[in-house]
C-alpha cells in the first residue's frame, strides 16, 4: 500500500473517488500552462485510441504553479464521451490535480505518483514530461503497451536526438550502466517511461526518497532499480522530443541531478552489478539509435577548453583525494595544451569516471563536493567529443559512442579493483 505520509488528505479522497484503474499516467508540473494543455490533449487521444475499454485515470503532482496549470490538467476530465467512427468509446477519464507544495521535486512528484498508482493498483503507469512538445498518441501504446498487454516491467524511451544533444548522456551515463548490467539502456534518465505494478510496489517504499538521489534524480535510480532486480525492460522508439523553451538547469545542477543518482544507485546495488545475474533480453521496438543533423547545437569550444584547464588547476586539491595520482598528471598535462592540441581520451575519461565513483563510494570528501569538481572533467570530455564528431555522419557518430562503451565495459575490472580496495591510508 502506498506511504500515508506522501499522499495528501485531499490527494487521498480525490484517489478513493476515482476507485481502482488499470491505467495511470503522471504528470509533474511547475508552470506549464504554455504547454500542458496540449500534452493532456494528446494523452487523452491515445489513451482513447489505444485503451478505449480501460480505466484510466491522469495524475498532476504539481510543485506550486501559479499560471493556470493544474486548472488546465482538471479541465481534460472526460465523462460519457463518444467520438464518431469509433467503435469503441470510453465512458470515463479522471484528471486529478494536486499541489504537493510550493518548492518544486521531481522526488516528491515521482513518490507520490508511485504511490498513487499503488493505492489505485494501477497494472501499468506511464510517466510523462509535460514539456514534450513532439508527443503522439501512439507514445501510450509505446510506453503503457508493453507492460499493460506484455508483462514488461519497465519501458524506456529511445528518442531521435540532434547530433550534440546529451553528450553527459552519451559520454557518461548510458557508457556507465551499460558497462554495469551489460544492458543498452540508450536513455538511464528518461523524459518519458511506463513501469508495472509490480515495479511500482517496490518502488513506494524504496530508500531512495530519504535521499539526495531520489530527490534530484528520481528516474536515473528507477532505471538502475529495474536493472539491479533483473526486471523485464523494454526500450520504444518516440521519435523526436522535443522541448518547450525553458531555462537549461547549470552543469553541476545537472550533475547533481544525474551523476549523483547514479552513483548512489551503484553504491545501494553494487551486488547486482558486480557481477549480475542473467537477466531477460532487452527487446527494444523501433530503432535503436537515431540521430539528427537538421540542427547543430551551439557549443562554445573555446569557453569548454578554458573551463576545463582552469578547473583542473585551480581543483588540484581537491582532485587527489577523488583519482589516482597517475590520472591527475595525465589532466594536469591535457590542461596545458591549447586547443589545437587538446584531446581527453577515452581511455583517459572512462578510468577518470571510475576512479570518481569510488571516490563516492568511500567517501573521500563531501560527496557533493566530488560531483560538483565532476564538472571541468566532463567539459574536457565534451569537447573532444564535439571536434572529434563535427562532421561525422550518424552511422560514424553512432560507432564512436559504441567505442566509448567498449572503453568503460574493458576499464569494469578496474574499478572492481577501486570498489574492494581498502580505504587510502588504512
Keep these: ?27 509533474h508540473t511547475h508552470n506549464h500552462a504554455k504547454t500542458i494543455g496540449h500534452v493532456v490533449q494528446v494523452i487523452r487521444e491515445g489513451l482513447l485510441k489505444y485503451f478505449p475499454r480501460e480505466r484510466v485515470a491522469v495524475l498532476n503532482a504539481d510543485g506550486g504553479s501559479v499560471d493556470g496549470t493544474r486548472e488546465l490538467v482538471r479541465a481534460a476530465s472526460i465523462t460519457d464521451l463518444r467520438r464518431e467512427n469509433s467503435f469503441y468509446t470510453l465512458r470515463t477519464l479522471h484528471c486529478i490535480s494536486s499541489q504537493y507544495g ?19 493498483r494501477a497494472r501499468a503507469c506511464a510517466v510523462i514530461a509535460p514539456e514534450s512538445s513532439e508527443i503522439r498518441p501512439d507514445w501510450m501504446d509505446q510506453l503503457l503497451g508493453p507492460v499493460y498487454r506484455d508483462n514488461a516491467d519497465f519501458v524506456a524511451p529511445v528518442y531521435r536526438r540532434q547530433r550534440f544533444e546529451g553528450i553527459l548522456v552519451t559520454n557518461l551515463l548510458y557508457p556507465v550502466t551499460r558497462a554495469l548490467y551489460g544492458k543498452s539502456i540508450r536513455e538511464p534518465r528518461p523524459g518519458e ?25 528520481p528516474e536515473v535510480c528507477l532505471t538502475l532499480e529495474a536493472l539491479a532486480e533483473g526486471h523485464r525492460i ?35 546495488a553494487s551486488g547486482a552489478w558486480s557481477s549480475p545475474a542473467e537477466a531477460p ?24 577548453h578554458q573551463m576545463f584547464c582552469s578547473g583542473a588547476k585551480d581543483l588540484e586539491s581537491v582532485l587527489k583525494s577523488i583519482v589516482s595520482a597517475d590520472t591527475l598528471s595525465q589532466l594536469q598535462y591535457a590542461a596545458s595544451l591549447d586547443e589545437a592540441h587538446f584531446h581527453l581520451s577515452e581511455e583517459l575519461w572512462a578510468k577518470a569516471v571510475y ?20 564538472a571541468p572533467l566532463y567539459r574536457g570530455r565534451a569537447y573532444t567529443f564535439v571536434t572529434e564528431n563535427l562532421n561525422a555522419a550518424p552511422d560514424a557518430l553512432g560507432e564512436r559512442i559504441e567505442a566509448l ?16 580496495a581498502p580505504e587510502r591510508g588504512s
Design 1 to 27: 500500500m502506498a506511504e500515508d505520509n506522501i499522499l495528501s488528505d485531499d490527494l487521498l479522497r480525490q484517489l478513493i473517488s476515482v476507485g481502482e484503474v488499470d491505467i495511470l499516467v503522471g504528470l
Design 102 to 120: 510550493t518548492n518544486v521535486s521531481n522526488g516528491t512528484a515521482m513518490h507520490i505518483i508511485a504511490a498513487a498508482a499503488d493505492l489505485l
Design 193 to 217: 517511461f511506463a513501469f508495472s505494478d509490480l515495479l511500482g510496489s517496490r518502488l513506494v517504499g524504496h530508500p531512495m526518497w530519504s535521499q539526495d538521489a531520489g530527490r534530484l534524480g
Design 234 to 268: 523494454v526500450q520504444a522508439f518516440l521519435g523526436p522530443k522535443g522541448q518547450a523553451e525553458r531555462p537549461a538547469p547549470d552543469l553541476v545542477a545537472a550533475l547533481r541531478q544525474t551523476v549523483g543518482p547514479l552513483f548512489w544507485s551503484m553504491e545501494n
Design 281 to 304: 533480453t532487452l527487446l527494444t521496438i523501433g530503432p535503436t539509435f537515431d540521430v539528427s543533423t537538421d540542427g547543430m547545437a551551439n557549443v562554445d569550444l573555446a569557453r569548454l
Design 355 to 374: 576512479e570518481f565513483a569510488s571516490a563516492y563510494h568511500r567517501s573521500a570528501i563531501s560527496r557533493d563536493h566530488i560531483i560538483q569538481a565532476l
Design 405 to 420: 562503451c567498449v572503453t568503460f565495459e574493458r576499464f569494469k575490472p578496474y574499478l572492481l579493483e577501486l570498489w574492494s
